[in-house]
């Protein structure tokens, strides 16, 4: 039992005082989400665990034996009760006499449904036969890197019998299904006393009659596991040592970002594409190693590793030693034209006759010498994920080829996993993707009440939003609330002021290394200012001219360049203000800015077009509620103007109005939904008004 620092050694982190009084199922629940807070014991979604309970059958009242076991789908670490499949055990057990052999075994997944106990609807998953048929109450079916690089290697039986003796036994690569869990049972029955068993190029499993002992079990064997890789790789040259050195930190970003739009536009044909960057120094070591080339080819070995990372990575052309980021930019396309090929190549020679049909062929992990790695996926969260799956590869592969000779699936038996009919149907399954999925926003004024309702109606539409504000305090309040209702992933900040251009480059960038691109700039930061012409200073007029026109120009410039790196369009949305076309008294400043914003979008219009790129107004009025800029002097110095006090400010702009209505940041946040996603796919160079109506500032 371990109970060292974490970090170093695995810690057993069961609690005695939180566990009493726990069901079983309680305590499977419990012991699944210790396993999976610790990515050394499997990764995210990886692996499964199981408990056989008494229950009461709630059709005869007598006790029946019922096994939990993650459902389909499902994570460890993160799983609550109901995301456990319950089933009969004597239903499940019958299962084998109706049995037709290995090449039917698929057809078993449809009789799961049938073994279900207590009309629970979480769906059973396909390593449902390999816990039912384990002749142990508690079984835990984990992903460690250090056990996998023992199943990934060319001796794995051998390495599996010197380290753990006849504790832990060995099974031969088998895909998993009903076959696998006859397999188990088999060995389980012939060898009594072991207490698990690695699962060539799979994982492994662990089992006893009690949940506690289960976990501390599982715990010790992968710490072993790990203890004895870290004896034999001490002091020996891993992946036949670096042949390449790590650019600075800033450097690296610098690179990525000018790499991941390119790489967006190339793969994004069909659906938009996010991006994450990873240049943690196990992917360092590994892209900057001698062996990168031929470990990369073999691809992953762990089915649920080869399942988010592709049959292999793609290895970027650049030479950090002479870090010529053009040249590495006009070879990419050839290279990312080859990979397509050979994958195409791949389906061609794997294929069966009832194969789902060839899937996107573009690769989803790309290395970089000196830089770290790029992974596209539809979402950023997946992108994420495979990131981290790809870097679990590394790990398995860093110390089966230090101790052995690492092995990746044969390429038969992965394409038979990823085009694998049931898994089809789970893709089959999958809800529709939202309006704004894979889509990348950069709102300016990120943090007041209309970028930030503009932020959680494209947060709401599946979008990844970069928050760009001057106002660190509010950047982080607001962050942290729309983070929180729709998670970390999707929602970045960066501190950016709009007329400092160094600054503007810089959130740039830094959107192409969170998210890989850009696809919607909403460009909505701004000030008021009223003031008679003859008390308008220069210095007034100059911030107005800076704010909100030459700011504009600025991160429009910016977006634009993006768009065309990535070539596939793009949305530009400018809240502008009724102001634009109205005249208003003791404003001249403010309105002749806003007007400026206007006619610069009808420029960009006809600028962006050919390439797709379409650019429209929303112009506001009186929109109180939650704006910063009504929270200052421009509150007195309107209220002042139109004689009123502050109370009756919104009173009198809603009875001016044609339509008598308040404008809220939420019907501005519609506006610029609309003109961002394909609804609007037709429409550039126009301005939709959401004033509640004023002649003055009809567009016709």
């Not at 539809?378 to 089966?400: C, H, L, P, Q, W």
């Not at 038969?412 to 085009?419: G, H, K, L, P, T």
Request: proline content about 4%; overall charge negative; some cysteine.
């Amino acid at each position: 039992m371990t109970t060292a620092a974490a970090g170093s050694r695995l810690m057993n982190l069961w609690d005695d005082a939180r566990a009493a009084g726990m069901t079983e199922p309680e305590k499977l629940l419990y012991r699944s989400n210790l396993l999976g807070s610790d990515k050394r014991i499997t990764n995210y979604g990886g692996g499964n665990t199981s408990a056989k309970v008494l229950e009461k059958d709630p059709l005869s009242g007598a006790m029946v034996e019922v096994l939990w076991v993650k459902g389909s789908g499902g994570d460890v670490g993160s799983i609550k009760m109901d995301g456990f499949a319950t089933l009969y055990m004597d239903k499940l057990r019958a299962l084998k006499g109706i049995y037709r052999g290995v090449a039917m075994e698929d057809e078993m997944v449809g009789l799961l449904p049938h073994c279900t106990f207590n009309l629970n609807t979480r769906a059973a998953s396909i390593d449902t036969p390999l816990h039912a048929y384990v002749p142990r109450k508690h079984v835990d079916h984990m992903h460690p890197d250090a056990i996998i690089a023992i199943a990934a290697s060319k001796n794995s039986r051998a390495l599996t019998r010197q380290i753990f003796g006849d504790d832990i036994g060995w099974l031969p690569w088998k895909r998993p299904g009903f076959e696998l869990g006859l397999w188990l049972e088999k060995f389980c029955l012939e060898n009594p006393d072991a207490k698990g068993v690695v699962l060539e190029s799979h994982g492994l499993f662990t089992w006893d009659d009690d949940a506690k002992a289960c976990y501390a079990l599982t715990v010790e064997i992968i710490q072993k596991a790990m203890d004895w890789f870290a004896a034999e790789t001490a002091g020996k040259t891993i992946f036949g040592g670096a042949v390449a050195q790590s650019l600075d930190a800033d450097a690296r970003r610098a690179v990525a970002a000018r790499l991941m739009p390119a790489i967006r536009g190339m793969i994004s044909a069909d659906h938009r594409m996010v991006g994450h960057f990873d240049d943690q120094p196990a992917v360092l070591e590994f892209v900057n190693s001698a062996r990168l080339k031929p470990l990369a080819a073999l691809g992953t070995s762990c089915p649920d590793h080869f399942l988010r990372t592709k049959i292999c990575p793609l290895v970027v052309g650049f030479d950090p030693a002479r870090p010529d980021v053009d040249a590495t930019l006009s070879a990419l396309a050839g290279q990312v034209a080859e990979y397509r090929q050979g994958y195409a190549a791949y389906y061609e020679r794997c294929k069966h006759p009832d194969s789902p049909p060839l899937r996107d062929p573009n690769a989803v992990v790309y290395l970089i010498p000196g830089v770290g790695m790029i992974t596209f996926a539809k979402d950023k969260a997946t992108a994420r994920i495979s990131g981290e799956f790809y870097v679990n590869a590394i790990n398995v592969m860093r110390g089966a080829d230090t101790v052995s000779e690492y092995c990746g699936l044969p390429e038969q038996e992965a394409f038979d996993i990823e085009y694998w009919l049931l898994e089809e149907a789970k893709l089959q399954r999958m809800p529709k993707p939202k309006s704004l999925a894979g889509r990348v926003a950069f709102i300016t004024g990120g943090a007041g009440g209309i970028g930030s309702a503009t932020a959680e109606r494209y947060l709401r539409e599946g979008a990844c939003v970069m928050l760009a504000d001057i106002d660190d305090a509010a950047l982080t309040a607001t962050a942290d609330n729309l983070a929180g209702r729709f998670g970390r992933d999707v929602v970045r900040t960066v501190s950016m002021n709009v007329t400092r251009e160094d600054e503007v480059l810089s959130a740039y960038a830094r959107t192409s290394v969170e998210f890989g691109g850009l696809d919607i700039l909403v460009s909505n930061a701004g000030i008021a200012s009223s003031a008679p012409i003859e008390e308008t200073t220069l210095a007034l007029w100059n911030k107005n001219m800076d704010i909100l026109s030459t700011g504009y120009f600025l991160v429009s410039r910016e977006a634009f360049k993006l768009f065309r790196a990535q070539g596939i369009g793009g949305a530009v949305v400018f809240i502008a203000s009724k102001n634009g076309l109205a005249a208003s008294p003791n404003a001249s400043a403010y309105c002749t800015a806003k007007a400026a914003e206007i006619h610069l979008a009808r420029c960009l219009a006809l600028e962006g077009a050919e390439a797709g790129i379409r650019v429209n107004v929303v112009n506001p009025d009186a929109v109180l509620k939650g704006s910063k800029i009504w929270s200052g002097e421009w509150l007195d110095q309107r209220a002042s103007t139109y004689k009123t006090d502050k109370d009756g400010l919104e009173e009198m702009y809603r009875q001016r109005s044609m339509l008598k209505r308040s404008v809220l940041p939420e019907d501005i946040a519609e506006a610029a939904y609309f003109l961002a996603s394909d609804q609007s796919a037709k429409s550039t160079g126009n301005i939709l008004n959401v004033d509640a109506g004023n002649v003055q500032a009809f567009t016709r």
